[in-house]
C-alpha cells in the first residue's frame, strides 16, 4: 500500500514504521551499494534498532525493489523521502525529489487515486508553488488522479526509530479533503494526534523547529563568547544553572541551550539557510534568522583561535570527534571538519584525529583534510601537543586525566557540577 523513495535516516525509518504498524510497504533508492547492504539486512549508517527492524521485515512486509512500476502499482500512498541539500544561494535543492516524483508518476499506468506525500523537508510553498505546478506539467491530463501533500518529519539522528514511532505529533500539510483522510487513516494506528494543515503551514512548521533549534544554539555560542570576553566566568556551569530554571520544566530542549563547536549535521545548516533564502525571495530577509547562521560561520574560527594560541608552527593538534555529534557516524556539516579547515588556515599545523564510529565516514567525505586517523584518545593525547575536544562522546571525558596537555574544550564537557554527572541525578541525589 505504500511506496517509500530514498531509503536514508528518514525514509528506512519511515519504511519500517508503516511495515511495523502492519502495511505492505515497497522501498526504493536509487544508490546501488545502499540498496545491496540493505538487502542484505545491513544497515548503512550507525542507527539504533533499525537493523533489528530491518532483518524482521524484510521480504515479509518490506519489499526493497528496483521495480519501480510494480511498487507504485500496488501502492496507494508514495512517500518521498530524498535529500534536498543546499542549492544555489543557500535555496534547496529540489533536483533529487522532483526526479523521484517524475520516475514514480510515470510508472502510473492506471487511473486509481494516490497520495504524493513530500515527508523531505523543503520551504514553505514549495508543495503548491514548484512541486504543483511541476506535477501538472509532467502528467498534462493526469495529474487530477494524484492528491499531493507534505508530511514533515521531526526525527532526531540517533534517536530515529523511537521518535517515529513514538511520535508527539503528526502533521499534515495538504489542501484536499481525500489526501487529508487518507493520511489521517494511515497513521491513525499509531494513537497521535494528526494535525491537517495548508500545505505551506506544513511546510513552515518544520523550519519553525529546526531555526528555533539552531538560534537556541547559536545564542548560547554567543553568550559563551560573552563569558570569555569577562573571563572568569565558568561556562559549563553557567549554563547547567540555567537549566534548573523550573520554568524548563525538565524538557529535552536544554541540550540546545548548551555552547559548543557551532551546529552543524543534515538539516540545521542547510535548513536554516533555505529558510534564509526562501523568505528573502518573498520579499523580507529576517535578521535574526540571517545572525544565528553568521555566528554559527564564524564559531569554528573562534574555536580555532584558541586552540592555535601560542602554539608553534608544525605543532601536533589532536582532534577528539569527527561526528557532527556523539551517537552518530554522521559527518555531513560536522563542526568538526570546519574546526580541522580553520586550524589549517591558520598556520602549519598536523592534525592527527580520533573517533569512535566516524573515521572512515569523515575520511570519505573529507579526502582533502589532511588528518592523521588514530585508534584511541590515549594515541591522539600521547602524539598531540594541543587536545581540541570537537564532538561531546562520553569517552573523551578521560582525556583530562591523562596528563598536564594543554586541551581545549570546544563543547565544555568539563567543568560542569559532580564532575559532568547527569545534572538530574545529581540533583535528585542532592
Ligand atoms: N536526517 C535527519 O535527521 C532528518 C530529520 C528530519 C527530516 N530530514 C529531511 O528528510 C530528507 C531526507 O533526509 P535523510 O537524512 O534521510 O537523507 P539521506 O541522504 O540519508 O537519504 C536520502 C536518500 O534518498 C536517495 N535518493 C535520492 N534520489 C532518489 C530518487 N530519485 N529515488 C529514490 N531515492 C533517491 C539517496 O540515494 C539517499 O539514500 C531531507 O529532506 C532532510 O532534510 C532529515
Not at 105 to 126: G, H, M, N
Not at 354 to 376: C, G, H, I, M
Not at 398 to 425: A, N, P, T
Request: net charge negative; aromatic share 10%.
Amino acid at each position: 500500500m505504500v511506496t517509500v523513495f530514498g531509503l536514508g535516516f528518514v525514509g528506512l525509518t519511515t519504511a519500517l514504521g508503516f511495515a511495523e504498524l502492519g502495511y505492505r510497504v515497497y522501498g526504493v533508492d536509487v544508490d546501488e551499494s545502499r540498496m545491496e547492504m540493505l538487502q542484505k539486512g545491513q544497515i548503512p549508517y550507525l542507527e539504533p534498532k533499525l537493523e533489528e527492524l530491518l532483518r524482521a521485515h524484510l521480504d515479509r512486509n518490506l519489499f526493497l525493489t528496483r521495480d519501480v512500476e510494480t511498487a507504485v502499482h500496488e501502492s496507494r500512498y508514495l512517500f518521498y523521502c530524498v535529500g534536498t541539500p543546499c542549492g544555489e544561494g543557500g535555496t534547496a535543492d529540489l533536483s533529487c525529489l522532483l526526479a523521484a516524483i517524475d520516475s514514480s508518476v510515470q510508472a502510473v499506468e492506471d487511473e486509481r487515486f494516490r497520495i504524493l506525500v513530500i515527508k523531505s523537508t523543503v520551504p514553505p510553498s514549495t508543495t503548491e508553488e514548484i512541486v504543483r505546478p511541476y506535477l501538472e506539467e509532467i502528467c498534462k491530463e493526469k495529474a487530477g488522479q494524484f492528491g499531493l501533500a507534505n508530511n514533515p518529519e521531526f526525527l532526531r539522528e540517533g534517536h530515529c526509530w523511537e521518535d517515529f514511532i513514538h511520535a508527539d505529533r503528526i502533521v499534515v500539510g495538504c489542501q484536499e479533503e481525500r489526501g487529508r483522510q487518507m493520511l489521517s487513516e494511515l497513521y491513525a494506528p499509531m494513537k497521535v494526534p494528526v494535525f491537517c494543515v495548508s500545505p505551506s503551514t506544513g511546510e513552515f512548521i518544520k523550519y519553525l523547529s529546526n531555526t528555533l533549534l539552531a538560534t537556541l544554539i547559536s545564542y548560547s555560542n554567543e553568550m559563551a563568547q560573552v563569558a570569555d570576553a569577562f573571563g572568569d566566568i565558568e561556562v559549563a556551569k553557567a549554563f547547567q544553572i540555567l537549566h534548573m530554571d523550573k520554568r524548563w520544566g525538565g524538557c529535552g530542549m536544554t541540550s540546545y541551550v548548551y555552547p559548543g563547536c557551532g551546529y552543524g549535521g543534515y538539516c540545521l545548516p542547510k535548513d536554516t539557510c533555505a529558510l534564509l533564502a526562501a523568505s528573502a525571495r518573498k520579499g523580507f530577509e529576517p535578521p535574526i534568522l540571517r545572525e544565528v547562521i553568521e555566528t554559527n560561520r564564524k564559531r569554528p574560527s573562534v574555536m580555532a583561535g584558541k586552540v592555535v594560541q601560542g602554539l608553534k608552527e608544525g605543532a601536533v593538534v589532536g582532534i577528539l570527534g569527527l561526528s557532527f555529534k556523539p551517537g552518530s557516524d554522521d559527518v555531513r556539516d560536522t563542526a568538526a571538519a570546519s574546526l580541522i579547515r580553520e586550524i589549517c588556515r591558520m598556520g602549519n599545523y598536523q592534525i592527527a584525529a580520533y573517533d569512535p564510529e566516524a573515521r572512515e565516514t569523515f575520511a570519505a567525505a573529507y579526502p582533502q583534510l589532511p588528518v592523521q586517523y588514530l585508534p584511541s584518545v590515549e594515541a591522539v593525547y600521547e602524539e598531540a601537543d594541543v587536545i581540541a575536544v570537537a564532538t561531546a562522546w562520553e569517552e573523551f571525558g578521560k582525556v583530562w586525566s591523562l596528563g598536564e596537555k594543554r586541551i581545549v574544550d570546544c563543547r565544555y564537557m568539563s567543568g560542569k557540577i559532580d564532575d559532568g554527572q547527569d545534572l538530574h541525578e545529581s540533583r535528585t541525589r542532592r
